[in-house]
């Protein structure tokens, strides 16, 4: 099928912001390698949303999802010359935030259970969530996102990462692989051994409704 | 459930993500068309990824933007940083240090002596230990050992004449008075030669020759004891052979000065 006029329009302008994004995303990198912390700032505005989500995702816990995030970015602020562009920057901070959710999932005691929704209303996702048109529809989106997020809790933080870089960063097997250093294999095995988790939990309450 | 499903069962999160090969991916779909439990369990795959696939977001609570004396890493921040059993664990061992700390600061002693301070933590000190004993003097050493050895050579060499003198005794009824005067002489020149060698041996000595004076000195007492034993040899044999005549008799002790001196050489 032929493309139109308009189609082909948009996608190279989609291509060409990609490219000036990432020469602009460059230039701030070179200069916050050479100790630039204004730089390093508006790489913090690019990716702290997405940053903070993982973690959030990955630690159910608001407060300690954005004490995580800015944890993450310290790190990288005192590591960033250490950054040697063999992976995308993106990969590198992703890297950075398991690494720190799984160690807080680790020291966390056995058993406890953080909820989002045993939070009080000032600290529940349900409040910073973008507004909807319809209220209805929102409703029920948050009501599968709040079932998401307690399957997720099931899953063993490894695993729980794996699913994360996925389906929330939708990340490609090869940059999970690079993101949590282990072999490709055992990414695959940890995403299915999950997937198999998730679907008894969801699957079945999907049932329910 | 057939007893291929368990394999087709696997394979359908992996067809459901473009995971599988065409071949295995056609042979999935014609099993999960003849098989309804199989095509259930697909059906709750696909909703748990379109679970976990809705778009959703949360708003960042705030910036996270970082500051430059923030990246300093303090004591406090990093002690902040520990797990509670951690935090737990170096409180008791920083409240152990400074308990004892505190313990030893009590029985802290500053003492001035002369030409040193004493810190010391703990008991009272004890009386200060003896001084350690005074460098050895090589030269008084040296000087001392020179006149024990200079003593030593003086005795012998008067028990030496000594002991020839007793031997001239014994046979003095077979000497006259002219070979007995002149035996006299030559011991007394005898002696007046040790005492230079005796000397000189000394100057070597100081000299800071120690290895050739031992040698020297140990030479020294063997020709003289070699000496002394021909010397009785010959006086025995004159002593026993009275009727020796004179002339022979100043021979022999010609000769054995001779032996003498050659040897003292």
């Known amino acids: 099928m032929q493309e139109s006029i308009e189609t082909v329009l948009s996608k190279t302008s989609t291509v060409a912001a990609d490219s000036k994004d990432k020469t602009q995303e460059s230039a701030w990198i070179a200069a916050a390698q050479k100790g630039d912390t204004l730089a390093f700032n508006r790489l913090v505005l690019k990716w702290e949303k997405a940053i903070y989500n993982l973690n959030l995702r990955m630690l159910h816990d608001c407060e300690e999802a954005a004490e995580a995030t800015q944890e993450v970015f310290l790190s990288a602020y005192k590591s960033i010359r ?5 992976s995308r920057f993106s990969t590198w901070m992703y890297r950075i935030a398991v690494n720190q959710c799984i160690s807080r999932l680790r020291r966390r005691p056995q058993g406890a259970h953080y909820s989002l929704d045993a939070t009080g209303p000032s600290s529940s ?24 997020r307690l399957a997720l809790e099931h899953l063993p933080p490894e695993q729980r990462a794996v699913v ?10 090869e940059e999970i692989a690079s993101v949590i250093q282990t072999p490709l294999s055992t990414v695959k095995s940890r995403l299915y051994s999950g997937l198999e988790i998730l679907k008894v939990r969801l699957g079945r309450t999907a049932l329910e409704m | 459930m057939k007893s291929e499903c368990s394999t087709y069962r696997n394979q359908i999160p992996q067809g459901l993500m473009a995971e599988l090969p065409e071949d295995q991916q056609k042979a999935l779909e014609r099993h999960l068309a003849e098989c309804l439990p199989c095509a ?7 909703e748990t990824l379109r679970q976990l696939q809705l778009p959703g977001d949360a708003d960042v609570p705030r910036h996270f933007f970082v500051y430059p004396e923030e990246s300093r890493a303090t004591p406090w921040r990093l002690f902040r940083n520990l797990s509670l059993a951690w935090r737990g664990a170096l409180s008791a061992v920083a ?4 308990a004892l700390g505190g313990f030893a600061l009590a029985n802290l002693e500053i003492r001035a002596e002369a030409g040193s301070v004493t810190i010391r933590l703990g008991e009272h000190s004890q009386p200060a230990p003896p001084p350690p004993p005074p460098t050895i003097d090589l030269a008084g050493l040296k000087s001392d050992l020179l006149l024990v050895l200079e003593e030593k050579s ?3 060499k008067i028990e030496m004449i000594r002991t020839v003198r007793a031997e001239l005794a014994q046979s003095e009824t077979t000497l006259t008075k002219k070979q007995r005067l002149a035996l006299n002489i030559a011991l007394a020149d005898m002696e007046s030669r040790l005492d230079s060698r005796i000397v000189a041996s000394a100057g070597n000595v100081e000299a800071g020759m120690q290895g050739s004076l031992a040698i020297m000195y140990r030479e020294l007492d063997n020709q003289r004891t070699r000496d002394l034993t021909a010397i009785n040899d010959r006086l025995n044999r004159i002593a026993a052979n009275g009727e020796i005549k004179s002339n022979q008799t100043d021979a022999i002790l010609e000769t054995l000065l001779q032996v003498a001196e050659f040897r003292l050489k």
């Open chain 2, 154 to 156: 003086r005795n012998d």
């Open chain 1, 164 to 173: 994360e870089l996925k389906f929330f960063q939708d990340l490609t097997f």
């Open chain 2, 40 to 46: 259930e369990e697909r059906r709750l795959y696909r």
């Open chain 1, 125 to 148: 996702v349900v409040h910073q969530l973008p507004r909807s048109e319809s209220h209805e529809g929102e409703i029920l989106r948050e009501e599968t996102r709040r079932r998401v």
């Open chain 1, 82 to 86: 250490r950054f040697r562009r063999e």
């Open chain 2, 95 to 98: 409240l152990a240090v400074l």
